[in-house]
């Protein structure tokens, strides 16, 4: 129970902070779990990481640079869409249908 419980909070940081610099940090760790947690909790992976894309997803248009923060939400959103396929663009659609057409062209010329 520990183990998830550390991962929510630090998927709700990225949510409360403001820093430019750590949100990368704090997007590059979420997504080194993403695959381990998808296994033994896919819920939870979805209701916490499929907002954030969908919040930072102006970012993906704008990945000039390794330390830019939409090379770390365009990685975070490969590998749900190897987690999850399609049903990441389905839940992406349920809660901004408006941002659909960005995450899969990002996804279709990254994956």
């Known amino acids: 129970k520990q183990w998830y419980q550390r991962r929510v909070a630090i998927t709700a940081g990225i949510k409360s902070q403001n820093n430019p610099r750590i949100k990368p940090i ?3 760790k979420i997504s ?3 695959r381990q947690v998808h296994e033994v909790r896919p819920k ?3 209701q916490m990481t499929v907002p954030i ?4 997803s102006e970012c993906l ?3 000039n640079g390794a330390n830019n ?3 770390y939400v365009g990685r975070l959103a490969c590998l749900l869409y190897q987690c999850m ?3 990441l ?3 992406i659609n349920r809660i901004k249908p408006a941002t659909v057409g960005t995450i899969r062209e990002y996804l279709v010329a990254n994956t």
């Open 89 to 91: 663009l389905t839940e």
């Open 85 to 87: 396929g399609n049903k």
């Open 32 to 34: 080194d779990m993403v």
């Open 26 to 28: 704090i997007l590059d």
């Open 53 to 56: 894309i969908v919040e930072h």
């Open 61 to 63: 248009v704008q990945t």
């Open 44 to 46: 939870l992976v979805e």
């Open 69 to 71: 923060l939409g090379s």
